[in-house]
């Protein structure tokens, strides 16, 4: 009886042990979903202290990453791309313009931090948090400049500090491959446009989808 006993528990354990550690190692993974305003783009005079504020449409979010699984935590480097275009554009007197054209895009390199939380089902829950930068672009806006509309295009860029925080579930469809779906928020701290005259801030609510491979 006894044998029986230390067999089975032995049994046990070392199934609990495979289950484990079956997720470590390398992964690759991808990224696709929705960019939301997390609120409009808020321009900021530094010389008037004014604002104006450009809201725009919901857009585009990619992201390809890599990193290393250690278990229940995981950190990757990642590389994100978002875009969304312009619709319009309140000034500080509440007069709102239709934008003709314009949109705001995003490159970002970001460490991004993992926790997963596993159970008894293929189902895993996790929470994420990530730092990095990003390269903010402003391309072919139109009313950029307060009280003031011109046909020539506008377009600026700026390099910031970058950070997101998020939550999601993945599902393990093999050992080695994971479908999951998230949700983010990321945002960036300020940045300049005409010459440091002018400064936007801006976040994002991103809903993704996207697929994990370890190797």
């Not at 044998?3 to 696709?32: P, R």
């Not at 275009?85 to 949109?103: C, Q, R, T, W, Y």
């Not at 991004?112 to 929470?127: A, C, E, L, S, W």
Request: aromatic share 14%; proline share 1%.
């Amino acid at each position: 009886m006894k044998k029986i006993f230390f067999v089975s528990l032995f049994t046990l354990l070392l199934a609990f042990s495979l289950s484990a550690y079956a997720g470590e190692g390398f992964y690759m993974g991808a990224n696709i979903g929705l960019s939301m305003s997390g609120g409009d783009l808020d321009l900021k005079d530094n010389e008037t202290g004014k604002i104006d504020a450009l809201e725009y449409d919901s857009g585009i979010a990619l992201g390809a990453a890599a990193g290393y699984d250690f278990g229940s935590a995981r950190i990757e480097g990642e590389f994100v791309y978002q875009k969304n275009d312009f619709d319009k554009l309140i000034n500080p007197d509440g007069d709102v313009s239709e934008a003709s054209s314009g949109d705001l895009s995003s490159i970002a390199l970001l460490i991004n931090g993992y926790y997963d939380f596993h159970n008894n089902t293929k189902f895993i829950p996790f929470v994420t948090a990530g730092l990095g930068f990003a390269k903010v672009e402003l391309n072919n806006i139109v009313h950029v400049k307060r009280a003031k509309v011109t046909d020539a295009p506008y377009n600026d860029d700026d390099t910031v500090f970058a950070y997101q925080v998020g939550a999601g579930v993945g599902y393990a469809v093999t050992e080695k491959i994971t479908i999951e779906s998230k949700y983010r928020y990321f945002a960036t701290s300020d940045f300049e446009i005409t010459d440091g005259t002018e400064k936007l801030e801006h976040n994002r609510h991103n809903l993704l989808f996207g697929i994990r491979v370890g190797f």
